[in-house]
């Protein structure tokens, strides 16, 4: 008797529930403004850039150092 009770809840589909609390979670966030935007990817940029520059070094002072060692040089 106790079974008959229980309320059946109706669960919805997991891929609709998916969009529903995506698109809730997307207006809570607090997008920059375009100046923002734009000035953040500058910096990330000149950051990718710079670490471009300084791991490219790195790999050929180590190649330098391998063929050295080598005597490949």
Do not use: C, Y
């Amino acid at each position: 008797m106790a079974e008959k009770d229980k309320k059946v809840t109706k669960r919805s589909n997991a891929i609709v529930r998916f969009f529903r609390e995506t698109s809730g979670e997307l207006r809570k966030v607090s997008w920059p403004t375009r100046k923002e935007a734009v000035h953040l990817t500058r910096i990330v940029l000149v950051v990718l850039i710079l670490m471009a520059i300084f791991l490219g070094g790195i790999d050929a002072i180590g190649a330098w150092l391998i063929s050295l060692a080598l005597g490949a040089a």
